[in-house]
């Protein structure tokens, strides 16, 4: 198993709102030398729940590649990595688009400066296409279907990615905007034997959902608009229930009201990768339940 460590950059926001990246100042150092010590140590997702390739794998590279899990149609995946994957075992994130987007969303919604510092700790950044059967909506269960075609290849891009250039399994997690936050809340139930938290912008829970590891408590960091912030269904309304939902099974949650509307609050993307970073896997209780740290997003409450 290649040694985890953590990026040698910090990711802060300027005064007038841009992100920079610059490198680590001595004391930042030290706190990922700290965090290298203990990311061995991390808890783990049960074997059971780690999916294996079903199909060819490609080889890993930035781009966009194939993938083509066994009984479904093979699909496109937006890759973002660097050589760093292949002598570190970096976190993988998911990201999934809105209605009408594309893979490379996620440079909006995650961010250029993070994708960097993912890219620099040996990490993979991960944007499913979607599949035009899904229908109106970009992601099968999003349209109310029972097919789990998306989540299928979700598991073969991981199984693939483990195979080919190795995943910390402690850091996997999932975010999208809209269409991929409500995709991304299903993801969190649907595949919680591996998902270690989640960051969801305009998502949201309407039903009951079948979880898949009751057992993970994983954290989310949920974000929405205001009442404003409705396309077809009121996303406070269902953000407020995923997040209530969450709260009474003892999982950690945050809930972010940017007030904005329907869309990307810009302004969080390197609070969430913070908080992806503070999340691992089987966190529990989470460092932030005694209080949210100050480079929270000040509307943002436990």
Request: glycine content about 10%.
């Amino acid at each position: 198993m290649k040694k985890f460590l953590a990026a040698a950059f910090v990711v802060t926001l300027s005064a007038c709102g841009g992100e920079e990246v610059g490198p680590l100042t001595g004391a930042e150092d030290g706190a990922i030398e700290a965090l290298a010590e203990t990311s061995a140590s991390l808890a783990q997702p049960s074997p059971a729940f780690i999916p294996k390739p079903t199909g060819t794998c490609p080889e890993f590279q930035e781009g966009t590649l194939t993938f083509r899990p066994a009984g479904i149609p093979a699909r496109s995946v937006r890759i973002w990595m660097s050589d760093a994957a292949r002598t570190l075992d970096g976190p993988l994130i998911f990201y999934w688009h809105g209605t009408g987007s594309s893979p490379t969303e996620a440079t909006t919604g995650l961010g250029t400066a993070q994708i960097e510092a993912i890219k620099a700790q040996g990490g993979i950044v991960v944007a499913p296409s979607r599949d035009p059967a899904a229908g109106t909506f970009p992601w099968f269960y999003v349209s109310s279907t029972s097919r789990d075609d998306d989540f299928r290849v979700a598991d073969e891009v991981l199984a693939c990615a483990i195979q080919k250039v190795g995943v910390n399994v402690s850091r996997i997690h999932s975010m999208g905007m809209s269409a991929g936050g409500l995709n991304t809340t299903q993801m969190s139930y649907r595949r919680s034997g591996y998902i270690a938290s989640v960051a969801t912008y305009s998502g949201g829970r309407s039903s009951t959902i079948p979880t898949q590891d009751p057992t993970n408590k994983f954290a989310a960091m949920i974000f929405h608009g205001g009442p404003s912030d409705q396309v077809i269904i009121n996303f406070q309304t269902v953000s407020t229930n995923y997040y209530n939902d969450l709260k009474s099974k003892s999982q950690f949650a945050m809930i972010c009201n940017h007030g904005r509307g329907h869309s990307i609050p810009t302004d969080a993307r390197a609070a969430v990768w913070q908080f992806f970073q503070a999340h691992p896997f089987g966190t529990v209780p989470s460092p932030y339940a005694g209080g949210l740290p100050s480079t929270m997003p000040s509307y943002c409450q436990r």
